[in-house]
């Protein structure tokens, strides 16, 4: 499932959005305006200004959310390079009477606020901070015990900042982890909403498909029974078109009583599929025999099983047909390419999770992604009206599932469908 972010995430990407267009707009005002008042010459304020632009571009670097070794040699220029340059603004501006001997003290709360999932930015910048200005203080005349005072007057600046930080993070992590609680909760929520309606959607189809079952069976019944008299009387005058439209209708019958018994089955919720000892050779070629008839004459079948593959416990019966389900479907997609068109059918044991794989591949145009998660849906069919019933592959899942196995359906690397039956080994 794909992750997306969180509310606290959004509002703390916009957050930093504005903090750069706001640093972008300060340096915009330092390449225009002298700071120092006109007290330092021209080449001393544009290095400083210079100096300030270039530590408000590093800090750029600290608002991202990137943690790469790009992001902490920037952090560490700017962490050193904005103290210097106020220090050395505030050495031209008067020293210790300088009005930006504050906002060098503030330093720590701006990397604080720039940069809050960060703590240690305002520590390291609360020492560079407290540094400058002690050079300041001490370039103005002022004895180390002054400056000793200084420094525990701005001193508390850097812990406010240090601990406003902390408990961002821990403030911020808690609200996205609340959020994606929460997400999860809806996410859960509506998972567990779509099965409800399901579960009712079949066991309403359920209850039809068992009153359509039980209106046809009977009246199939006499069809039937007169189809095989119809035959009886013409066998004996011998006429060749009248037996096969006989014939015909006799498979037309057929195929109605197994959608009757596939309705049934799916009305009862299945049947019992008693498990025993099979040979996967013995099962596949029951399964290539039967779906003989509906294979097209110019594919090729590839049968690869490995000699001496591991015997699996299933119902030879239920297993026959869901191979045949899947060979159907295989031959149903390969129909189109003439020539070729190729089916392979391969097994394998996998030791580690004690199963025997049956696969069946064919080389045809393949599952739309946007239907394999509704695949195994009763009724479901990417099949022509007519076509598909969207019985088989339902009852197929089901027969596997009562076996113990896996039904899953995928698309091949190249082109084509898979399905892939996993059953315990004996």
Not at 90 to 101: D, H, K, N
Not at 280 to 299: F, L, N, Q, T, W
Not at 326 to 347: K, Q, S, W
Request: hydrophobic share 50%; with cysteine; charged share 20%.
């Amino acid at each position: 499932m794909q992750s997306h972010p969180s509310m606290a995430e959004v509002v703390d990407a916009v957050r930093r959005k504005h903090r750069r267009k706001a640093l972008a707009l300060i340096g915009g005002l330092l390449l225009l305006v002298d700071p120092t008042w006109g007290e330092a010459s021209w080449a001393v304020s544009f290095g400083i200004r210079f100096s300030l632009v270039v530590s408000l571009v590093l800090a750029l670097w600290i608002s991202r959310p990137s943690q790469g070794w790009r992001a902490h040699v920037a952090s560490g220029w700017s962490v050193i390079a904005l103290p210097s340059a106020l220090a050395a603004l505030c050495a031209v501006t008067g020293g210790a009477r300088s009005l930006y001997l504050f906002a060098l003290t503030a330093v720590p709360l701006g990397f604080a606020v720039l940069a809050p999932n960060r703590p240690l930015i305002p520590v390291f910048s609360s020492i560079m901070s407290m540094v400058g200005g002690v050079v300041v203080l001490t370039l103005d005349g002022w004895t180390a015990h002054q400056s000793l005072e200084w420094v525990l007057v701005a001193m508390p600046a850097g812990g406010l900042a240090t601990y406003a930080a902390v408990v961002y993070r821990r403030v911020h992590a808690a609200e996205i982890a609340a959020e994606r609680e929460k997400a999860k909760a809806i996410e859960d929520l509506a998972q567990s909403e779509a099965l409800r309606a399901k579960s009712e959607r079949l066991a309403a189809i359920g209850q039809l498909a068992a009153g359509i079952s039980h209106e046809v069976n009977n009246p199939l019944g006499f069809v039937k029974a007169n189809v095989g008299w119809l035959e009886e009387r013409f066998a004996s005058e011998g006429d060749p078109e009248v037996m096969e439209v006989l014939r015909d209708t006799s498979k037309g019958i057929e195929r109605i009583q197994r959608l009757v018994a596939e309705l049934k089955t799916f009305a009862a919720g299945g049947v019992s599929a008693r498990a025993e000892t099979c040979r996967p050779r013995d099962i596949v070629d029951a399964a290539m025999g039967a779906s003989r008839d509906s294979m097209p004459s110019h594919a090729r079948i590839e049968v690869t099983l490995p000699e001496g593959l591991h015997d699996l416990r299933a119902s030879p019966s239920h297993l026959v047909r869901v191979l045949s389900v899947l060979l159907a479907n295989a031959a149903d997609a390969v129909r189109e390419r003439n020539p070729g068109g190729r089916i392979e059918v391969r097994g394998r044991f996998d030791e580690a999770a004690g199963m025997v794989e049956l696969e069946v591949e064919d080389d045809g145009p393949g599952i739309d992604p946007q239907a394999i998660p509704h695949l195994f849906e009763p009724f479901f069919t990417t099949k022509d009206i007519g076509v598909g019933r969207g019985l088989g592959l339902a009852l197929a899942r089901e027969y596997v599932r009562q076996m113990g196995g896996t039904l899953e359906a995928s698309n091949a690397a190249g082109c084509g469908a898979r399905f892939l039956v996993r059953l315990p080994a004996a």
